[in-house]
């Protein structure tokens, strides 16, 4: 026969001690924007930090994961351009992504609005305050303008529904 328990409130021993259950989110934090940047560097020019692509959490154990989540809605005004991302933490690259917009052999012709999903689990085996971002450059040494969140939704007149990260913590 199994037992249950039942509480109101689960808190750690002392003010200070968090519970930490493996497996669970422990926090969650995310940042929502709607600026608009226009993207004319390429890989050799340099990556670009974009508005909205990054957010700070604090872990409350050295075991956690941190979940990072970006959606964001971008589209080229010169068509045919390859886009790339790099994921950070802390400015150190975790992971880079080429030729974000050409992957399942998807181009976005002049004008079009195309959602991106990027999606990363580190390990940060840390409780200090982490920064995690996104970059983003043209392809190679691909020359043109990208944009992120564009209100007018370039020549097609989508309206993007802006770029939102989020961080969870997830217990180890």
């Given at each position: 026969m199994?037992?249950?328990?039942?509480?109101?409130?689960?808190?750690?021993?002392?003010?200070?001690?968090?519970?930490?259950?493996?497996?669970?989110?422990?926090?969650?934090?995310?940042?929502?924007?709607y600026?608009?940047?226009?993207?004319?560097?390429?890989?050799?020019?340099?990556?670009?930090?974009?508005?909205?692509f990054?957010?700070?959490?604090?872990?409350?154990?050295?075991?956690?994961?941190?979940?990072?989540?970006?959606?964001?809605?971008?589209?080229?005004?010169?068509?045919?351009l390859?886009?790339?991302?790099?994921?950070?933490?802390?400015?150190?690259?975790?992971?880079?992504?080429?030729?974000?917009?050409?992957?399942?052999?998807?181009?976005?012709?002049?004008?079009?609005?195309?959602t991106?999903?990027?999606?990363?689990?580190?390990?940060?085996?840390?409780?200090?305050?982490?920064?995690?971002?996104?970059?983003?450059?043209?392809?190679?040494?691909?020359?043109?303008?990208?944009?992120?969140?564009?209100?007018?939704?370039?020549?097609?007149?989508?309206?993007?529904?802006?770029?939102?990260?989020?961080?969870?913590?997830?217990?180890?």
């Amino acid at each position: 026969m199994g037992s249950t328990l039942t509480v109101d409130n689960i808190q750690g021993a002392t003010a200070a001690a968090k519970v930490v259950i493996p497996g669970h989110v422990l926090q969650f934090v995310h940042n929502e924007d709607y600026t608009q940047t226009v993207i004319t560097q390429n890989q050799t020019t340099g990556f670009v930090n974009v508005t909205g692509f990054s957010k700070a959490i604090t872990p409350i154990s050295t075991s956690s994961k941190i979940y990072l989540r970006v959606v964001f809605h971008a589209g080229n005004i010169t068509a045919g351009l390859g886009i790339d991302a790099r994921i950070q933490r802390n400015g150190s690259t975790l992971k880079h992504i080429t030729n974000l917009n050409h992957r399942g052999g998807v181009t976005i012709a002049s004008g079009n609005q195309e959602t991106h999903v990027l999606e990363y689990i580190d390990s940060p085996s840390s409780t200090s305050a982490l920064t995690y971002n996104v970059q983003i450059a043209h392809r190679t040494t691909n020359t043109g303008t990208f944009t992120i969140n564009d209100p007018a939704g370039g020549t097609v007149g989508a309206s993007p529904g802006g770029t939102i990260l989020t961080l969870m913590e997830i217990g180890g």
